[in-house]
Every structure is written in C-alpha cells, then in structure tokens.
C-alpha cells in the first residue's frame, strides 16, 4: 500500500467504551499529526510527532492519548468519549515538520467517529 | 493563531461556468496551500504557493498568491461535476511549521 492508511473507516462507540484508532504511512515521512474535523470548523490541530517525539499537544482533552511507536505508524487512544467528540479524525504525514510548510500534507481517508 | 477567512462558504453552480474563491487574512504567510476534499475522504494537496505574486496553474484550475503574501485565490475554469468537493487553504507561518486552515468553501457543479 501507499500514501496513509487509517483504520477503522468508521467507529461508533458508547462513552464508557476504550478504542483506538489507527495510522500507519508508507512514505518515509518523519512527521505524523492528528486532525480532528467537525463541520462547520477549521481543521482542528491535536497532536504532532516529528521523528517519533511528540513536539505539539494543542490543549488536548486527556481523554484522547496519542502514541507513536515508530516514524511509521500513529494511534490516537480514545477513552470515556463525550457525544461533541463525534467527528472525522484525520491523520497526516510529511517529511519533517520544514517540509510540511512548502510541501503539503498527505492525509488520510480519516475515521468517522460517533459517540452515543 | 492567525486566521483564514474562506469565502465564499457555499458554492453550487452548472458545469461549464467559472468561479474564482477567495482566502484571506489580515497575517503575512510563508506559503499558501489548496487542498480538495471529498465525501468521506481525506484533503489532497493540490497546489503550494510560497512568493507573492505568484501563479501556478493546475489543468483548469489557476491558483494566484496575493503580492503581500496575506491572500489567494483559486479560479476554476469551465467547472466539471468531478471538481465537486471542500476546497481548503492552509497557511504556513514558517518558524511554527504549524499550518493555519480556513473553514473551507463547498463546490457543488451540477451536470
């Protein structure tokens, strides 16, 4: 596969349920980010990764827990949800944060996620 | 946080006609990003502009970034159902490596 794959394509889960959501980059890129998308808002920064270390938390409930095992690879755990959390959850790649700027991201299909 | 201001917001329009939208901010950016956005995917790059002024054209599509490096705009021309998505622009404010997105304008071309 190329490009970033995310995994599931759709969650539902109820607010006491514990899930995780998936990312995984075949481009060699060293910076990973997770979006959270709502209609009728700007893209929503939530965390960064360059080289595997975390450089941005954007004042992230601690209910969602980020994890970058490798450059590779990045899971956002997700824990006792609230309903406004229901969103498309996007994952984004670049080579390094520089790149980034002049570029361009590649993102994922994202994961539709409902809270009931 | 600087903003980007995207207008207009919605757009629905017939095949063949040309529309220009517009991103604006009152901040200066390193580089202006376009992205496409379709139902139920991910944002696709489309084009990066980083010095004022400049022009890049992409098949039907002619995206301009303004001489002060605080606006662009994206003019579709003879607009075709496949060009139907959220457009988004996203600013790079250099030192932050962070992009800036606006809230996006939704095209709809009928056949």
């Known amino acids: 596969e190329t490009g970033v794959t995310q995994t599931p394509r759709h969650l539902v889960m109820g607010m006491t349920n514990k899930k995780s959501l998936k990312c995984e980059q075949h481009?060699?890129?060293?910076?990973m980010y997770w979006y959270k998308q709502s209609a009728k808002k700007p893209l929503e920064l939530m965390f960064v990764y360059n080289f595997k270390e975390q450089t941005e938390n954007n004042s992230v409930p601690s209910r969602f827990s980020p994890e970058c095992p490798n450059s590779s690879h990045l899971f956002l755990h997700l824990h006792t949800l609230q309903p406004e959390d229901s969103a498309l959850y996007l994952c984004a790649s670049s080579q390094d944060l520089r790149a980034g700027d002049y570029y361009g991201y590649t993102f994922g299909s994202g994961t539709r996620l409902t809270v009931v | 946080t600087q903003l980007l201001e995207q207008s207009p917001q919605f757009l629905s329009i017939q095949e063949g006609e040309n529309l220009t939208v517009y991103c604006n901010s009152s901040?200066?950016?390193?580089?202006l990003q376009w992205y496409r956005q379709e139902p139920g995917e991910g944002p696709v790059l489309l084009v990066t502009?980083?010095?004022?002024?400049e022009v890049k054209k992409l098949k039907r599509l002619t995206f301009q970034f303004g001489d002060a490096r605080k606006d662009s705009s994206l003019h579709i021309t003879a607009a075709q159902p496949g060009d139907t998505g959220l457009y988004l622009c996203a600013g790079g404010e250099g030192g932050s490596y962070i992009p800036t997105f606006g809230r996006g304008t939704s095209l709809i071309v009928h056949p």
């Open positions: 901040s200066v950016f390193s580089s």
């Open positions: 481009l060699g890129h060293n910076a």
């Open positions: 502009v980083v010095t004022g002024g």
